[in-house]
């Protein structure tokens, strides 16, 4: 199995952590939920990475980059307590309609 570039996925993960930041100041709660898929996907390429291999200021600059990123979550975390009921509807909502689709299908 090729080892992913780290650099692209943690790129690709702020490039995504930002879009969330943009659709949650909008509201946009459902656009989150439906590239969430994404974020996991990034997430678990995270899990493949020889850390031990990688030279200090590689693993320096990657540890600054992951803080950032953290940064940007923690972000949607504050903007999340602050949408909890809507986003208790929401989930609600996705979960009947889900239940729904697999009754009538």
Known sequence: MAVPDVSIIVQAMHALAARFNEAV????????????????????????????????????????????????VDGLAEHAEAWRPELAALLQGSTTSSKLQQAYR
Do not use: E, K
Not at 25 to 46: H, N
Not at 49 to 61: F, G, S, T, V
């Open 25 to 72: 100041s909008r509201g946009d709660w459902q656009a989150v939920f439906d590239a969430m898929p994404q974020w996991q996907v990034l997430q678990g390429q995270l899990r493949d990475i020889d850390w031990q291999a990688m030279a200090p200021a590689q693993r320096d600059a990657l540890a600054q980059s992951l803080r950032n990123l953290q940064t940007l």
